[in-house]
């Protein structure tokens, strides 16, 4: 039985050798990330408990690229339905989005609360940071 050690925020090297240390073997894969590459960002057992030796340990290490990933389409939609898919997007892609809300005066009551437009539209691919600005019936 091994102890499973804190590897989150160390990089690739020292989750390594603080692995070999505790007689844990460890299973890595990279992910996007602002993060500089070679960071450690998580780990799928957690710091502190035993494990059977053998058990690898999942860690998952920054590639040092910044995530992308292609917005959804939300225009009709209520605004609220349409925030609810952006978090969506951000929890899936970790691409972090500010959303801007932009009121437009409509003559039909049934688009009141609709996202009418979206800039960058529908399928553009976008970064981390990226400022999404909804137009919405007012």
Same mark, same amino acid.
């Given at each position: 039985? %091994?102890?499973?050690? *804190?590897?989150?925020? $160390?990089?690739?090297?020292?989750?390594?050798?603080? *692995?070999? =240390?505790?007689? /844990?073997?460890?299973?890595?894969? =990279? #992910?996007?990330?602002? @993060?500089?590459?070679?960071? #450690?960002?998580?780990?799928? /057992?957690?710091?502190? @408990?035993?494990?059977?030796?053998?058990?690898?340990?999942?860690?998952? &290490?920054?590639?040092?690229?910044?995530? #992308?990933?292609?917005?959804?389409?939300?225009?009709? $939609?209520?605004?609220? @339905?349409? /925030?609810?898919? $952006?978090? *969506?997007? =951000?929890?899936?892609?970790?691409? !972090?989005?500010?959303?801007?809300?932009?009121? %437009?005066?409509?003559?039909?009551? !049934? !688009? !009141?609360?609709?996202?009418?437009?979206?800039?960058?539209?529908?399928?553009? =691919? &976008?970064?981390?940071? /990226?400022?999404?600005? $909804?137009? &919405?019936?007012?």
């Amino acid at each position: 039985v %091994s102890i499973v050690p *804190a590897l989150i925020g $160390l990089t690739v090297d020292q989750a390594r050798q603080l *692995a070999l =240390e505790s007689r /844990v073997l460890l299973s890595i894969f =990279e #992910v996007p990330s602002l @993060e500089p590459a070679g960071i #450690v960002l998580s780990q799928f /057992v957690a710091p502190g @408990e035993s494990i059977p030796q053998g058990k690898p340990v999942l860690v998952g &290490v920054s590639n040092g690229i910044p995530p #992308v990933g292609i917005l959804p389409a939300i225009i009709g $939609l209520p605004f609220d @339905e349409g /925030v609810a898919l $952006l978090v *969506a997007f =951000e929890q899936q892609t970790s691409v !972090k989005v500010t959303i801007v809300r932009l009121d %437009s005066p409509v003559g039909d009551p !049934k !688009k !009141k609360g609709i996202i009418l437009g979206m800039s960058p539209p529908p399928g553009s =691919e &976008v970064g981390s940071g /990226v400022q999404v600005t $909804l137009t &919405v019936g007012a």
